[in-house]
């Protein structure tokens, strides 16, 4: 005479219709529910992302940005491109006219 297995559900006892598996942490159950409580239990969830990883949400931080800030051109520079030189020093005495 063979046997048969038969789930049932783990909540009420009528028979299971599916096994979920819930993971919180690390840890991990499994429950074998019957269609009411499956139900129950997937009324208020939503579908994971694509691309998501699972388990915590990870924020990465910012890349830092390289270089000068935009905007911030070389205020010394003339009307032509180049650069003025300083052929004075800055503590010389200014000639008078």
Do not use: F, Y
């Not at 598996?21 to 159950?29: K, L, N, P, Q, Y």
């Amino acid at each position: 005479m063979a046997e048969a297995m038969v789930l049932v559900c783990d909540v009420c006892g009528k028979p299971a219709v599916d096994t979920v598996t819930i993971s919180v942490g690390r840890a991990r159950w499994q429950k074998d529910l019957c269609q009411a409580h499956l139900a129950e239990l997937t009324s208020g969830t939503r579908r994971p992302r694509p691309g998501r990883r699972r388990g915590a949400v990870v924020v990465a931080p910012s890349p830092r940005r390289r270089g000068r800030p935009p905007g911030s051109k070389n205020k010394s520079v003339s009307g032509n491109g180049r650069r003025r030189s300083r052929s004075v020093p800055k503590n010389a005495p200014v000639p008078s006219t």
